[in-house]
C-alpha cells in the first residue's frame, strides 16, 4: 500500500514537471522569436555617414552640432530603413583646417556628404575639394552674394544659408531714411575676395542714392591679432580724421565685434551725433552675450533675419534645443536656438527628405545632391527650395535696436515692400533710442579733429552797421558780430549743416574793402562777409554771391536831349510803320464818310474843297475829342 502511495506522489511529480516545462517553451518561444526578429530588422536597416565641420569654440558651432544631432536623432526614431550617422571635425575657424578635414573625411569612403562650415572662405574651399570626390557639400556659410560662375566652380555646393546682398539693400535703405550722406564701412578683412565683393556692392547700393563711403575701416582676423585691443584702438583713432560718424558693420566675428564696440565707446566714438549699423552676423548673436557688451553697443541699429516662432515644428525643436543645449553647454547662459541652429536642422531635414525619396539609392552621392537640390519645403528657417545651388527665398528683416540689457523690434523690411510701417516712429515702443541715451536723429557726421575752420573776414570799419558791425570787448578779449550780412551767413551755414560740417571763425579786418577783396585772393581768408559792393576790377580776381539786399540810394539828374529838332519828338512814340499805318486808316475813313453823306447831308455839301475838310474835321474830332452829338 506505502508502495503504492509513493509511486502515485511520483508520478504526479513527474506530470508537474512535464506542465512547467511545457510552460517555459511556450512562453520563451516569441521571445526567440522577437529577438530573432530584432536582429533581422537591425540587418535590414542601412547606415549612413556624413561628416560635418564647424567651429566648435564659437556659439555658431555649437548651435550648428546641437541643432544637427536633434534632426539626426528625430529621423532615426522615426525611420525602418536608415540610420544616420555624423562625423564631426573641428576647423577652429581656420579655412585651411576645414579644408584639411574635408580631405579627410571625403578619403572616407563611407561618407555621403559634407555639412557646415561658418565662414564663406571655408565653404569655398570645402566646396572645391567636393568638386574632386563629387560629394554635396551643404554649406551654412553667407555668401558674399549671387555668384554667377558658382555653378560651374562648385558644381557640388549647397547654399543653405542665402548671401548678404539683402542685407546690403536693407543698409542702404536705412541710411537713405535717414539722410546720411557719408558712411564708413567696417570689416573684417578674411583675405579673400568675399569682402571685396560686398564692399563693392554696398557703394553700389549707397551710390544710388548719393551716399559715398568715406572710408574703409578694415582690421585683421581677430585670431591672428596678438593684442585685439591695441590694434582695435589705433585703427580707430584714424577715424577722428575724417568727417562720418556714421558707421556700417559689414561683416565681423563677435569677439572683434566685443572688442570693437568696448573700444568705440572709450574712445567716445559712440555717443552724440554718431550712429552705428550692424548686419546679421553680429545681430543673430546679441541673445547670447552678457550686458556688458550691450551696454557698450547702446543705440546701434541692427538687421536680424525674421522666422516664424509660431509653427508646431518651431516649438518642438525649441524644446529639444533648449534642453540638449543645456546639457551640452552650461557655460552659455542663454540655451535659445537663433538663425544659425534653425538653418543647420534644415540642412539635415533636405538631406532626410532626400534619403527618404531616394530610397534603396540613397548612397549615391550624385543622385543624393540632384534630389537635394530639387527639393522644395517649408524649413524652420525659411522656405527652402534651390536655383543652381542656390537658396532661394526672399528674406524678411527686423529691424532692432539695441538699447537697456537687450533690444527692441523697430520694423520689418523685405525686398518687396522695404519697410512694412514708418521706421522709429515718433511714439509707443517704435522711438529709437540713440547713442548718447536721445530719441534726436544723429547728423552722423563731426568736424575732423585735424581740419582747419573757414576764415571769413568781416570789415571792422564798415559805414552802414545795420549791414555788419563788429564790436570788440577788451576786458574779455572777445569780438562780437552780427547784422544782416552776419545773420544771411549764419542761416546758409545751418543749412549746409544739415548734410555736412562747416566749422568757421569769423577775422574782424580794418581796412579799405579793395584791400579786404584782396585778402581773399591771396589766401589770406577764405572768404568775406559783409558790406562790400559788385565791382568791375574786384570780379576779375575774386568771385561774388547774387546780390542779396539793396542800398535803396537813387539819384536824379538832368537830362540832355541830343535831337536837333525838338518840334519831331512827339513823333517818337511810334515808328513809321505805325504812322503809316494810322495815316491810312484816316484817309480810309473820310472817304467813306465823305461817300455816304455827301449826297444826303448839308454839311458835306458845297464844292469839293468844303466836302473834304468837313470830311476830315469830322474824323479827326470823332478821333480826339469826346462829343454827345456832333
Not at 583646417?97 to 561658418?118: H, P, R
Not at 535703405?173 to 568675399?194: M, Q
Not at 563693392?200 to 581677430?222: C, K, M, S
Not at 584791400?515 to 577764405?526: A, G, Q, R, S
Request: hydrophobic residues 40%; aromatic residues 12%; contains cysteine.
Amino acid at each position: 500500500m506505502n508502495s503504492f502511495v509513493s509511486l502515485t506522489k511520483m508520478a504526479a511529480l513527474l506530470y508537474l514537471c512535464c506542465v512547467l516545462f511545457i510552460f517555459y517553451v511556450l512562453q520563451s518561444s516569441p521571445t526567440v522569436a522577437a529577438a530573432e526578429a530584432e536582429v533581422e530588422v537591425a540587418n535590414s536597416i542601412r547606415s549612413i555617414n556624413f561628416g560635418v565641420i564647424i567651429n566648435e569654440d564659437t556659439r555658431v558651432g555649437k548651435e550648428h552640432k546641437v541643432a544637427m544631432k536633434i534632426a539626426v536623432q528625430n529621423f532615426n526614431d522615426r525611420s525602418k530603413n536608415f540610420n544616420l550617422s555624423l562625423h564631426f571635425r573641428n576647423s577652429n575657424g581656420h579655412a585651411f583646417q576645414a579644408a584639411s578635414a574635408a580631405v579627410e573625411l571625403a578619403g572616407e569612403n563611407e561618407i555621403k556628404a559634407i555639412i557646415g562650415m561658418e565662414k564663406w572662405q571655408e565653404a569655398a574651399l570645402v566646396a572645391q575639394i567636393g568638386s574632386q570626390y563629387q560629394l554635396p557639400i551643404l554649406s551654412l556659410a553667407t555668401a558674399p552674394a549671387t555668384l554667377p560662375l558658382a555653378p560651374q566652380r562648385w558644381p557640388s555646393l549647397v547654399q543653405m544659408a542665402g548671401n548678404y546682398s539683402h542685407q546690403i539693400t536693407c543698409i542702404a535703405d536705412i541710411v537713405k531714411y535717414y539722410n546720411w550722406r557719408k558712411v564708413i564701412a567696417v570689416y573684417e578683412d578674411d583675405g579673400y575676395a568675399g569682402t571685396s565683393v560686398m564692399l563693392d556692392l554696398l557703394a553700389q547700393a549707397l551710390q544710388e542714392n548719393g551716399v559715398q563711403i568715406e572710408y574703409r575701416l578694415a582690421f585683421p582676423p581677430v585670431a591672428s591679432m596678438n593684442d585685439p585691443t591695441k590694434i582695435v584702438l589705433e585703427e580707430l583713432t584714424k577715424v577722428f580724421s575724417m568727417q562720418s560718424r556714421m558707421f556700417i558693420v559689414l561683416q565681423s566675428s563677435l569677439p572683434l565685434a566685443v572688442h570693437l564696440f568696448r573700444e568705440a565707446q572709450n574712445s567716445g566714438l559712440i555717443g552724440r551725433d554718431t550712429t552705428w549699423i550692424i548686419t546679421d552676423s553680429i545681430s543673430s548673436l546679441l541673445d547670447s552675450v552678457n550686458s556688458t557688451v550691450i551696454s557698450s553697443m547702446e543705440g546701434v541699429l541692427g538687421i536680424k533675419t525674421h522666422y516664424s516662432e509660431t509653427s508646431r515644428e518651431f516649438k518642438f525643436f525649441y524644446y529639444q534645443f533648449w534642453k540638449e543645449f543645456r546639457t551640452a553647454y552650461p557655460e552659455e547662459w542663454n540655451s535659445q536656438p537663433g538663425i544659425h541652429a534653425l538653418q543647420a536642422f534644415d540642412a539635415i531635414t533636405a538631406i532626410t527628405i532626400a534619403i527618404e525619396h531616394l530610397g534603396a539609392e540613397a548612397g549615391s552621392s550624385t543622385k543624393l545632391l540632384e534630389t537635394i537640390l530639387s527639393s522644395k519645403f517649408d524649413g524652420l528657417s525659411s522656405k527652402i527650395s534651390f536655383q543652381e545651388g542656390e537658396l532661394q527665398c526672399n528674406p524678411v528683416f527686423r529691424v532692432i535696436n539695441v538699447v537697456g540689457k537687450g533690444h527692441k523690434e523697430l520694423d520689418f523690411w523685405s525686398a518687396e515692400n522695404h519697410f512694412f510701417e514708418r521706421l522709429g516712429d515718433e511714439t509707443g515702443r517704435r522711438v529709437v533710442t540713440w547713442p548718447g541715451d536721445t530719441n534726436e536723429v544723429p547728423k552722423g557726421w563731426a568736424w575732423p579733429t585735424n581740419a582747419k575752420p573757414l576764415r571769413v573776414g568781416v570789415p571792422g570799419n564798415a559805414s552802414f552797421e545795420k549791414s555788419v558791425r563788429v564790436d570788440k570787448d577788451n576786458n574779455s578779449n572777445r569780438t562780437e558780430y552780427s547784422g544782416y550780412s552776419i545773420d544771411v551767413f549764419l542761416e546758409v551755414v545751418r543749412i549746409i549743416e544739415e548734410n555736412y560740417a562747416l566749422p568757421y571763425e569769423f577775422v574782424a579786418f580794418y581796412g579799405t574793402n579793395d584791400e579786404l577783396v584782396n585778402c581773399v585772393y591771396n589766401k589770406t581768408f577764405d572768404a568775406v562777409v559783409g558790406d562790400v559792393t559788385i565791382l568791375a576790377n574786384r570780379s576779375k580776381h575774386v568771385d561774388f554771391t547774387q546780390p542779396y539786399a539793396k542800398s535803396g540810394l537813387s539819384m536824379i539828374v538832368p537830362y540832355k536831349s541830343k535831337e536837333s529838332q525838338k518840334a519831331r519828338l512827339f513823333t517818337k512814340p511810334f515808328n513809321m510803320q505805325i504812322w503809316l499805318a494810322t495815316g491810312g486808316a484816316l484817309l480810309y475813313t473820310t472817304f467813306s464818310v465823305w461817300f455816304l453823306e455827301h449826297n444826303v447831308n448839308p454839311d458835306f455839301g458845297g464844292t469839293r474843297k468844303n466836302q473834304l475838310s468837313a470830311s476830315l474835321r469830322f474824323i479827326f474830332s470823332s478821333v480826339f475829342f469826346a462829343h454827345s452829338e456832333y
